[in-house]
């Protein structure tokens, strides 16, 4: 009913940037929080970066400063602008929403099929 697509992963090196699009699409009533989840080989899966509807965030110690996330109602998207990449960065990311799909409905949470990040020179 719902879908999360990220896009823009790749390849960057040490120092660099990238940012990292979420578009939901579906059965949406409205979006919740959003947030942005990493995995890297043999490692859980960890928070990166949150953002409620109303434009709170917060973020993993590991990333402060060079991460930031935020969203675009409208546009039913999300984002996570990450600078000054590290190697230790390297990870897939994922999209995550809580959704509701009808008005006054409880809230549905969904996952994105995530998108490769890999810092390295």
């Known amino acids: 009913q719902v879908q999360l697509v990220e896009s823009g992963g790749g390849l960057v090196q040490p120092g660099g940037s990238l940012r990292l699009s979420c578009a939901a699409s579906?059965?949406?009533?409205?979006?919740?929080?959003m947030g942005w989840y990493r995995q890297a080989p043999g490692k859980q899966r960890e928070l990166v970066a949150g953002i409620s509807s109303g434009g709170n965030t917060n973020y993993a110690g590991s990333v402060k400063g060079r991460f930031t996330i935020s969203r675009d109602n409208a546009k039913k998207m999300a984002y996570l602008q990450m600078n000054s990449l590290k190697p230790e960065d390297t990870a897939v990311y994922y999209c995550?929403?809580?959704?509701?799909?009808?008005?006054?409905?409880?809230?549905?949470?969904?996952w994105g099929q995530g998108t490769q990040v890999t810092v390295s020179s």
């Open positions: 995550q929403a809580k959704v509701y799909r009808v008005r006054g409905d409880r809230l549905y949470d969904y």
């Open positions: 579906g059965t949406i009533f409205s979006i919740n929080d």
